[in-house]
């Protein structure tokens, strides 16, 4: 039987091809705790620098330091702890990424707990094993996502970049404009993601307007949703518009 042609005269056995796998230690940098250089485990993110640790891990590394272990920024003067937040989405593609990571981190718990005479929290109680089923199914049937939001995300952006001032160049277009944040977080915490999204040099000052609204870095985006009210809104989304400027001269 002749392969099927397309109008273009080549095959189209490249439909039924499945993608290659890549091996894990391409993602050794993302899920990989620089501290420990294990897998993540309660995956700790520093909101000043977007850097992620283990939990444990950076809080002993925070009784003696107050620096990012990655980037020396200056987490707190004197709370480092303050500044961290747990990341539990990246926890999940941890999890997902690396067989029976989650199954051993629960049995080592229950194990903490019983060699001290302690009730196991329901929270790291193992199920019993049930029957494994495998059904094969087609690509088209996969579901697009198996990552649930965390509630503590309760905040869409939507990222408009208006220009840059004459004089600054070399920068990454921002190809994520639409991120699901914390309201909690502040202008800072954006202007922070938007300078490693584009990889923008210090030189520049980056302003972002809500609205008329020139917004201040130490702002929450709670708050400022409130205040702005619906017409700071599309969809459901709070719109942010920034630039890149040069600083004031004194």
Do not use: W
């Not at 993302?30 to 309660?42: E, K, P, V």
């Not at 980037?71 to 029976?100: E, G």
Request: net charge negative; hydrophobic share 35%; charged share 25%.
């Amino acid at each position: 039987m002749l392969p099927h042609l397309n109008h273009e005269g080549t095959t189209n056995d490249s439909e039924d091809e499945e993608e290659p796998e890549r091996p894990l230690s391409e993602f050794y940098p993302y899920i990989r705790c620089a501290l420990c250089s294990h897998f993540l485990i309660d995956a700790t993110t520093i909101i000043e620098c977007l850097h992620t640790f283990c939990k444990s891990c950076i809080v002993k590394h925070f009784f003696y330091n107050n620096r990012c272990p990655t980037c020396s920024t200056v987490v707190h003067q004197t709370q480092p702890t303050y500044n961290i937040r747990p990341d539990r989405q990246l926890q999940d593609i941890v999890y997902k990424m690396v067989p029976f990571l989650e199954e051993s981190e629960r049995k080592q718990m229950c194990q903490f707990y019983k060699e001290r005479g302690l009730d196991v929290p329901n929270t790291v109680v193992i199920s019993p094993p049930g029957p494994v089923v495998i059904k094969r199914q087609k690509k088209e049937n996969i579901p697009p996502s198996v990552f649930t939001i965390p509630p503590e995300l309760d905040v869409s952006l939507l990222l408009e970049f208006v220009g840059a001032e004459e004089g600054i160049a070399n920068y990454k277009p921002l190809e994520r404009r639409y991120v699901r944040v914390s309201g909690e977080a502040t202008v800072r915490h954006v202007e922070i993601f938007i300078r490693r999204m584009m990889e923008l040099s210090s030189a520049c000052q980056v302003d972002v307007v809500c609205g008329d609204h020139l917004l201040d870095h130490f702002q929450s985006l709670k708050d400022i949703q409130s205040f702005v009210g619906e017409e700071a809104l599309q969809d459901g989304l709070l719109v942010l518009h920034f630039g890149l400027v040069l600083p004031s001269q004194p």
